[in-house]
């Protein structure tokens, strides 16, 4: 089309009226819009982005002429190519990261530019650091002018800008996904120090809404739910800086209610008394708050860590113990029946846990093991101190189950040590000719609970089979016809009442389980993910695993040596307190409420995200808010301790602020803990449906109330820029395992995918419901090298098949899987390259490993692999599949249901989606609307 | 005093005490709001009443319907059949688990039956009342 979009400076698109008959221009960043064209704008016209970008084909691996061209398709048609048929044409904004980011100089202009986000500390949430312009919609020269105005924010009036953007005309952008959440403003004076870890880091604790609402109206006007994202206890990756212990157990609290103290309490009286940020009492400052009590003098009192930090650790005293800390127990209970035998997961176990004996923390030598045998009996073994030489006694009797013997059951760690490490090599090969079939999980349970009652700790189970006999036992309800209907979500329950009422027995006894699944058939995941649910341990499910295939040993002896290293926190309890008005409503995640708002955790793996809805129950009148979470906790080393994550934020009584203050990942993470939530207590269709009408219900509130066209027709779908991805995140969630519209998912793949999206923290959480997606075959020359914050990595396309071309080599991954898509047409050259096989024809699908060749392509994509692997907390470790564009259809249509931009079945492509959006939200000026209101939130 | 009169003075006393078990249920749940009680004992001891207080009402019912009072069944078999359905589908007893997301509905479901047992109460009082005026004339 003659448009004049190809005259417009960059930043602008043109866009047809059709009511009107002219063109209507529209600045996509801000989203003003206005009849007459722009004029390029002094602020615009230095543009070295406009001229086109640098050619790659000098950097490029030097392929013969002809295949170069099929290699790498013609020209940089990549950038050229429109991302959405539909929409407008958008002259600039690819520009930026694929090709326009090569030029060197460009390159590092990206990497200087000031992090916009805690001043000197960019910790990136999503890594891939080097590949994070802030602004991805701005030309790199606007950079500047952007920080400046940036500057002029801060300095002077304080608060967030409101930028609306179209959703019709602007495509999703994944890098959006990889900023920080928007900037908290706090006002002056409000913190008493100066560092920039007064606050605790979106990775700690986050709140979908970066300015709180003062009324709850107010709130309701917006819609956007309100909650807080929260992994307090979250690992560290080598660089990042350690949470501060305040070592001297002198903990100021409030004394009504019972805060910590922290960076935004105000001194009073000359520093004698400080008045508490939630309840505004004055509180003395304990005497010994100014002594430095291992120099034994006069300390200084503003260099403490809990007046600087936002996430501190206390040391506490005995007022904090009901008895003293209890050192680490772990229980192995290892099904040893002949499915378990025959798919090698007994040897893999027992081989992992006798090498990661070393990694178990047991710092102080108290760590007590145990390991139970069980198939449809139980076997113990004694682990004498000192021998060498263990014996296993057979308790047949199941049904009333009990210790056969009152010591060397449970033994410490270190004494038993040689008799432990001869047992793990024997006990695969003693059970080798093992043919019962049957468990008896149940019986074992108990029995590890009776062995363990007495101290508490961590119950780990091993099972590749349902449990058949005594107490838990299941029936397989599975059944394929149920699949896809409304009896559906009675599948996703608890099929036995025993694993919720033994989960609180445990939790009593400060006892935590932790499930790896391995069965071949069903296996009930969501009757037996009760247990890690209630008692906040975790599940992992290896479906059909199969040890003789090497990836999948690679993969569970990977993620099982990583839960054994992991430092866990013991008899955990967490509370959440926030400022006056606002009340704790409900919360979601691995744990048992064990009071209104105290949340009973017998041990804390490191990386689960829990969420809290917070409700405002009258005006707030303060003009900030304090959010803090406690921890007490004993660690693994035998110290109990306070873990306290403090959160301040604004409060605003301005529905803009309180739209461009909206966190779409937090929002995002919420959204999946309530929909899971829901899909369990109602229908998995009530919960897609509710997910759906929240979001048309904030695109409805943000219509009405911040748009000029109010109530009624519009030709434009409008949304704040910093909410710009939460249609497209709402929509992976939809077309999630978990929740998604299907009769062929079977039972336990959704009940895992379930407990994946309630567990897993944001930064694990989004790519889960939003994966990655990158080109291989043609990624600018020092991707896959080492840059300066790691591996570079290729940067992300929009989720759509149409981006898929025939000669291409893929990856998208979700981190669970990785899928490294292969087209049809690729050139030998790129398969010898990669897969070290002379051709696409004799290439296989599947799992697999990639051969460490040694070309450079090859290091690039291994590197990009391991990355990938490597980059995110916790301690899942994707598998690998090759697929083949003509390959096998499930695991192709398993690849391609990653990209959710697309249609697939009766799922709605993106356009699809927002056109629905958009049609709901012109017909919802109807007050019939307010009726979901209450249904969903 | 027929048999008319009996019967409405045993409802009477039933429904009385009906009423005292819906009212502690009450004072329980609200004694867990205000963390009195932990949600694991709430439920244990709740859930001892949940059986007694749905078989004393089915039997109320069922004897309403043999000795032909139909109004006064009809009035109780909503309730009896909610009952049933709950007993059924195996979720009549009280999840300590999900105590804290399920308490409003369970507020509201005591809330309703506490009103009923009431109104019942006073209703099976006149026709005792009732039964008694037409007997001695």
Redesign the interface.
């Known amino acids: 089309m003659a448009s004049p979009a190809q005259q417009l400076p960059p930043g602008w698109t043109a866009e047809w009226d059709a009511t009107h008959q002219r063109y209507l221009f529209i600045e996509t960043h801000t989203g003003h819009t206005q009849w007459e064209p722009p004029a390029a704008g002094p602020e615009l016209s230095p543009q070295p982005s406009v001229s086109p970008p640098p050619s790659h084909h000098a950097k490029r691996r030097q392929y013969a002429a002809g295949q170069t061209q099929a290699y790498y398709g013609v020209g940089d048609s990549l950038a050229a190519v429109p991302q959405y048929s539909a929409a407008a044409p958008q002259p600039q904004p690819t520009q930026l990261f694929t090709p326009g980011l090569a030029a060197d100089g460009q390159f590092q202009q990206q990497q200087q530019q000031p992090p916009p986000y805690y001043g000197g500390h960019a910790e990136p949430e999503y890594i891939n650091a080097p590949q994070q312009p802030v602004y991805p919609v701005q030309p790199p020269s606007q950079m500047g002018v952007l920080a400046d105005q940036f500057g002029q924010m801060t300095m002077g009036h304080k608060g967030l800008r409101l930028f609306t953007t179209n959703l019709l005309t602007s495509p999703p952008e994944p890098l959006e996904l990889r900023q920080p959440p928007p900037e908290i403003f706090l006002p002056p004076n409000s913190c008493l120090s100066q560092s920039p870890y007064a606050n605790a880091d979106a990775s700690y604790q986050r709140c979908t809404l970066n300015a709180i609402p003062t009324t709850n109206s107010l709130l309701n006007k917006s819609k956007i739910p309100l909650g807080l994202v929260l992994t307090p206890y979250r690992s560290l990756k080598e660089g990042e800086e350690e949470v501060p212990v305040v070592t001297d157990t002198v903990i100021a609290r409030c004394r009504r209610c019972r805060t910590y103290i922290n960076p935004y309490v105000q001194f009073i009286d000359g520093g004698n008394r400080w008045r508490c940020c939630m309840c505004s009492l004055s509180n003395e400052v304990p005497q010994l708050f100014d002594w430095d009590q291992v120099r034994n003098q006069p300390g200084d009192r503003w260099a403490r860590a809990e007046l600087n930090h936002g996430v501190v650790e206390f040391v506490a005293p005995t007022e904090y113990m009901v008895r003293p800390p209890q050192p680490a127990v772990y229980i192995f209970l290892i099904d040893v029946s002949h499915s378990a035998i025959q798919s090698g997961m007994v040897a893999t176990a027992t081989r992992t846990i006798l090498e990661n004996l070393d990694r178990i923390p047991d710092e102080n030598g108290r760590t007590k093991v145990s390991i139970i045998a069980f198939d449809t009996s139980l076997y113990f073994f004694t682990l004498p101190s000192g021998g060498a030489e263990s014996s296993m006694l057979v308790v047949s009797d199941i049904d009333d189950v009990f210790l056969p013997k009152p010591t060397d059951l449970l033994v410490n760690l270190q004494e038993a040590r040689p008799a432990l490490e001869t047992l793990l090599g024997r006990l695969s090969d003693m059970f080798q000719d093992n043919h019962t079939v049957g468990s008896a999980l149940g019986p074992a349970l108990q029995a590890g609970f009776q062995m363990m009652a007495p101290i508490g700790g961590k119950i780990m189970v091993l099972t590749a089979s349902l449990p058949s006999i005594g107490v838990g036992a299941l029936k397989n309800r599975e059944d394929p016809k149920v699949l896809g209907t409304p009896k559906e979500s009675g599948l996703l329950q608890a099929a036995s009442p025993f694993y919720k009422t033994f989960a609180i027995e445990c939790s009593r006894a400060q006892v935590s389980v932790d499930m790896f699944l391995f069965s071949p058939g069903y296996q009930d995941v969501a009757t037996l993910a009760c247990l890690p649910h209630y008692t906040a341990g975790q599940t992992f499910f290896y479906p059909a695993f199969n040890a003789s295939r090497t990836e999948d040993a690679i993969k569970f002896a990977h993620e099982f040596g990583k839960v054994l290293a992991m430092p866990i926190m013991l008899e955990a309890v967490m509370r959440v307190r926030a400022s006056k008005n606002l009340r704790m409503s409900s919360f979601h995640g691995n744990f048992f409420v064990r009071s209104t708002d105290l949340l009973a955790m017998p041990a804390v793996p490191q990386d689960l995200s829990y969420a809290i809805e917070v409700q405002i129950e009258d005006t707030i009148t303060a003009p900030f808010v304090v959010f803090q979470t406690a921890v007490l906790h004993t660690t693994c080393y035998g110290e109990r301790r306070i873990r306290v994550v403090t959160t301040a934020l604004p409060t605003t009584s301005n529905l803009s602020e309180v739209f461009a203050s909206a966190d779409q990942v937090a929002i995002a993470t919420l959204l999946a803990n309530k929909a899971v939530e829901r899909s369990i207590t109602h229908r998995l269709e009530d919960s897609r449906d509710a997910l759906f009408n929240k979001m048309v219900e904030v695109l409805t509130a943000y219509k009405a109330s911040m748009t000029a066209a109010g109530a009624g027709a519009s030709a434009q779908l409008a949304i704040s820029e910093n909410l710009k991805m939460l249609p497209v995140l709402v929509l992976g969630l939809l077309k999630n395992v978990g929740i998604r519209q299907s009769a062929q998912i079977p039972p336990d793949l959704r009940a895992y995918a379930q407990a994946l999206l309630t567990s897993l923290p944001s930064q694990i959480l989004i790519p889960y419901v939003y994966p990655n997606f990158y080109s291989l075959h043609n990624m600018p020359p020092e991707c896959g090298t080492v840059g300066e914050h790691g591996i570079i990595m290729p940067p992300p396309l929009p989720l759509t098949s149409e981006r898929l071309e025939r000669h291409g080599l893929y990856v998208i991954e979700d981190g669970q899987t990785i899928f490294l898509w292969i087209g049809r047409d690729a050139v030998p050259q790129l398969v010898m390259d990669v897969f070290n096989l002379p051709s696409y024809e004799v290439l296989r699908g599947g799992k697999t490993t990639l051969p460490v060749l040694d070309n450079p392509f090859s290091q690039r994509v291994t590197a990009i692999i391991q990355k990938t692997r490597e980059m995110r907390r916790g301690v899942y470790y994707p598998h690998l599949y090759i697929v083949k564009e003509d390959g096998e259809p499930p695991l192709r249509l398993w690849a391609l249901s990653c990209l959710i931009q697309d249609r697939a079945d009766v799922l709605p492509s993106y356009q699809q989606f927002i056109s629905q959006l958009k049609d709901k939200v012109s017909v919802n000026s109807m007050p019939s609307f307010a009726i979901f209101n209450w249904m969903f939130m | 005093m027929g048999y008319a009169g009996w019967l409405f003075l045993f409802a009477v006393l039933m429904a009385a005490g009906l009423l005292f078990t819906a009212v502690f249920f009450m004072i329980m749940f609200s004694d867990?709001?205000s963390?009195y009680i932990?949600?694991?004992d709430l439920c244990n001891k709740l859930n001892q009443f949940v059986l007694p207080e749905h078989t004393a009402h089915a039997f109320l019912t069922v004897l309403f319907l043999i000795s032909g009072q139909f109004i006064a069944f009809l009035l109780n078999a909503p309730l009896l059949a909610f009952n049933v359905r709950k007993i059924m589908n195996q979720n009549h007893v009280y999840?300590?688990?999900e105590?804290?997301?399920t308490l409003e509905p369970h507020k509201k479901e005591i809330f309703i039956k506490l009103g009923f047992y009431l109104l019942s109460f006073f209703y099976y009082l006149y026709r005792m009342i009732l039964a008694l005026v037409q007997e001695s004339p």
Do not use: C, G, S, Y
């Open positions: 867990l709001e963390d932990n949600p694991v999840d300590a688990t105590i804290f997301r």
